[in-house]
């Protein structure tokens, strides 16, 4: 399933006329709950939602809700409060023991489809955007701003305000077999992806899907491509040390935060070797041996360790276990 607003929008634009739609929007959570102040999810009337706010308990009534939105042309507000036995979330089963305020807001060409048209161009651009919805039962008033002075969703004097960023950007070096499921992760994710191998032999047509952006030219010529200052992370898995030693040369000056390379650590310094330079030296921190410490040998089991590592590292998270279990 999409959760990604890109991924939402773009479901979202293909029949943005032919069917009705309603966007809902978390606006305020208190005590547990599944997602956050600022997750969507886009809903139309074929009883389809792209999305989730919950783990799929609420979605059925937030459905019912929509209906009275198209009814009506107006927003609507709904809470969910799993603190009170009388409440309907109570009813339904869910006891997460928190409460969610959920905004519904219908998307027509009437109220400028809330802007969601110009929010996709944004994001399809890796441009943040300012997204700002207001908190009434009237008609939607929402407004885009390319300004994004704050990171975190706040809701004040009536108005529900978010900066929206690109999905993260991810860029593999190396199409082998072992590529394969660290892409197929990512797009689950839905991150962006750049798979980058000169090699004719890999990243061979129906081992990736065609969303992923594939880069064969020679690797030591690609120093100007507008990708590079586009990624949030890379991925150095060529299995070939002159390539592996390109790689970690070209995303020296690239825009990623987090650079990971497979291989044990006297294997990088053969790779390090031909540059020829120290980790000091190295403008990007170097993850090394790359991945968390999850267990397992299958391709699939190193390529969700190494993901879990960019993903707490991009997300600035610990990696740790949340309960404790493993300590």
Same mark, same amino acid.
């Given at each position: 399933?999409?959760?990604?607003?890109?991924?939402?929008?773009?479901?979202? +634009?293909?029949?943005?006329?032919?069917?009705?739609?309603?966007?809902?929007?978390?606006?305020?959570?208190?005590?547990?709950? #599944?997602? $956050?102040?600022?997750?969507?999810?886009?809903?139309?009337?074929?009883?389809? #939602?792209?999305?989730?706010?919950? *783990?799929?308990?609420?979605?059925?009534?937030?459905?019912?809700?929509?209906?009275?939105?198209?009814?009506?042309?107006?927003?609507? /507000?709904?809470?969910?409060?799993? +603190?009170?036995?009388?409440? !309907?979330?109570?009813? !339904? *089963?869910? *006891?997460?023991?928190?409460?969610?305020?959920?905004?519904?807001?219908?998307?027509?060409?009437?109220?400028?489809?809330?802007? !969601?048209?110009?929010?996709?161009?944004?994001?399809? =651009?890796?441009?943040?955007?300012?997204?700002?919805?207001?908190?009434?039962?009237?008609?939607?008033?929402? @407004?885009?701003? @390319?300004?994004?002075?704050?990171?975190?969703?706040?809701?004040?004097?009536?108005?529900?305000?978010?900066?929206?960023?690109?999905?993260?950007?991810?860029?593999?070096?190396?199409?082998?077999?072992?590529? +394969?499921?660290?892409?197929?992760?990512?797009?689950?994710?839905?991150?962006?992806? @750049?798979?980058?191998?000169?090699?004719?032999?890999?990243?061979?047509?129906?081992?990736?899907?065609?969303?992923?952006? &594939?880069?064969?030219?020679?690797?030591?010529?690609? *120093?100007?491509?507008?990708?590079?200052?586009?990624?949030?992370? =890379?991925?150095?898995?060529?299995?070939? /040390? $002159?390539?592996?030693?390109?790689?970690?040369?070209?995303?020296?000056?690239?825009? =990623? $935060?987090?650079?990971?390379?497979?291989?044990?650590?006297?294997?990088?310094?053969?790779?390090?070797?031909?540059?020829?330079?120290? +980790?000091?030296?190295? @403008?990007?921190?170097?993850?090394?041996?790359?991945?968390?410490?999850?267990?397992?040998?299958?391709?699939?089991?190193?390529? &969700?360790?190494? !993901?879990?590592?960019?993903?707490?590292?991009?997300?600035?998270?610990?990696?740790?276990?949340?309960?404790?279990?493993?300590?």
């Amino acid at each position: 399933m999409a959760n990604r607003l890109n991924q939402l929008l773009k479901q979202w +634009r293909d029949s943005k006329d032919s069917q009705k739609w309603v966007l809902a929007t978390i606006i305020e959570t208190d005590g547990s709950s #599944y997602r $956050k102040a600022g997750a969507m999810m886009m809903i139309n009337d074929l009883g389809q #939602y792209f999305g989730l706010l919950s *783990g799929g308990c609420l979605e059925s009534d937030i459905m019912l809700q929509a209906r009275r939105c198209w009814d009506s042309g107006h927003n609507r /507000i709904v809470e969910y409060d799993m +603190r009170e036995e009388e409440d !309907l979330a109570w009813k !339904l *089963g869910i *006891g997460c023991g928190g409460m969610v305020r959920i905004l519904l807001q219908p998307v027509d060409g009437e109220n400028d489809y809330l802007q !969601l048209d110009n929010l996709y161009a944004l994001l399809e =651009a890796n441009e943040a955007a300012e997204y700002c919805q207001v908190i009434d039962q009237k008609s939607p008033k929402n @407004t885009l701003s @390319t300004a994004a002075p704050s990171d975190r969703p706040v809701a004040e004097l009536g108005v529900f305000k978010q900066v929206l960023k690109p999905a993260p950007h991810l860029a593999v070096f190396g199409g082998g077999v072992d590529a +394969r499921p660290v892409v197929a992760i990512a797009m689950q994710l839905g991150w962006q992806i @750049t798979l980058v191998d000169p090699r004719t032999s890999y990243a061979r047509d129906g081992h990736f899907d065609a969303s992923v952006n &594939l880069v064969r030219q020679p690797i030591n010529s690609l *120093g100007q491509s507008v990708w590079l200052q586009q990624i949030d992370m =890379a991925l150095i898995m060529t299995h070939n /040390i $002159k390539l592996d030693a390109q790689s970690l040369a070209l995303v020296q000056s690239s825009a =990623a $935060k987090y650079v990971g390379m497979l291989g044990p650590i006297h294997r990088t310094d053969r790779v390090l070797d031909l540059l020829p330079i120290n +980790r000091d030296q190295l @403008t990007k921190p170097l993850a090394n041996p790359v991945g968390l410490r999850l267990g397992g040998e299958l391709p699939e089991s190193i390529a &969700l360790s190494m !993901l879990s590592e960019a993903h707490a590292f991009i997300e600035q998270q610990d990696g740790l276990s949340i309960s404790g279990i493993l300590s």
